[in-house]
């Protein structure tokens, strides 16, 4: 069965600069989640899209920006990158057919030198 | 407001043994949805199981079953006769119905010696 894919999987950035993580739902998924997880903590919601609107926000910094597009992918655009952003970032799906269960993607580890 | 309670921050057994996973939830939904992710040392976070809260039905499935109570707020997760591919971190979630986040609890290490 197909998956959520992210790309890429491993990103190294330096200090203020930008960063763009994709995330493609499994197939008729309609809403995308993106999470955020810093080591040895539990994943923290960032932002969440339904038919390619905003649905749901959290603890998301101004200097993130996120979209999901047509094709019902979605992109996490991270600018003027800080050490204390390294983490791993999720994707998760989740279709209406499926009970509120979001399926997660295997994440894009992040390190900001 | 949702809050989970994961308050066995590690658990160690040696193979085959049973290994009961606890988690206390809180909301104010009177209908929501509680899951078990696991999280290997790969990073991947993979589901396991969903129960939504009116069905108290507990269930197995192969080495995994779950003990749902509403009325102690608790939904444990029981893995049998553990096995060395068993270690990873095991988180418990929340939601409410219509798409909203998942509220984690804090996880659970798993660690299975041979």
């Known amino acids: 069965a197909a998956g959520v894919i992210q790309s890429p999987r491993h990103l190294i950035k330096e200090k203020r600069e930008t960063a763009t993580l994709k995330c493609y739902p499994i197939?008729?998924?309609?809403?995308v989640y993106w999470y955020q997880q810093g080591p040895g903590q539990d994943p923290q919601f960032l932002i969440s899209?339904?038919?390619?609107?905003?649905?749901d926000k959290g603890s998301i910094p101004d200097r993130f920006s996120a979209q999901q597009f047509s094709d019902y992918h979605s992109e996490l655009n991270m600018s003027s990158l800080e050490l204390g952003d390294s983490a791993l970032y999720f994707c998760?799906?989740?279709?209406?057919?499926?009970?509120?269960?979001?399926?997660f993607g295997p994440g894009t580890r992040l390190l900001v030198l | 407001a949702q809050k989970v309670t994961q308050a066995q921050t590690e658990i160690s057994v040696v193979e085959k043994e049973d290994v009961t996973l606890d988690c206390v939830y809180e909301?104010?939904?009177?209908?929501?949805?509680l899951f078990w992710y696991k999280q290997p040392p790969s990073g991947e976070l993979v589901f396991l199981i969903r129960?939504?809260?009116?069905?108290?039905q507990n269930e197995i499935s192969g080495r995994y079953s779950w003990n749902f109570q509403k009325s102690t707020s608790s939904f444990n997760f029981t893995i049998t006769a553990s096995q060395v591919v068993d270690s990873a971190v095991y988180f418990c979630?929340?939601?409410?119905?219509?798409?909203?986040?998942?509220?984690f609890g804090a996880g659970t290490t798993v660690t299975v010696r041979a």
């Open positions: 998760a799906s989740r279709g209406l057919a499926e009970q509120e269960t979001q399926y």
């Open positions: 197939p008729r998924h309609d809403t």
């Open positions: 899209f339904y038919e390619k609107m905003q649905s």
């Open positions: 909301t104010r939904d009177t209908t929501y949805y």
């Open positions: 129960r939504n809260s009116f069905d108290e």
């Open positions: 979630a929340l939601t409410p119905p219509s798409g909203y986040k998942l509220s």
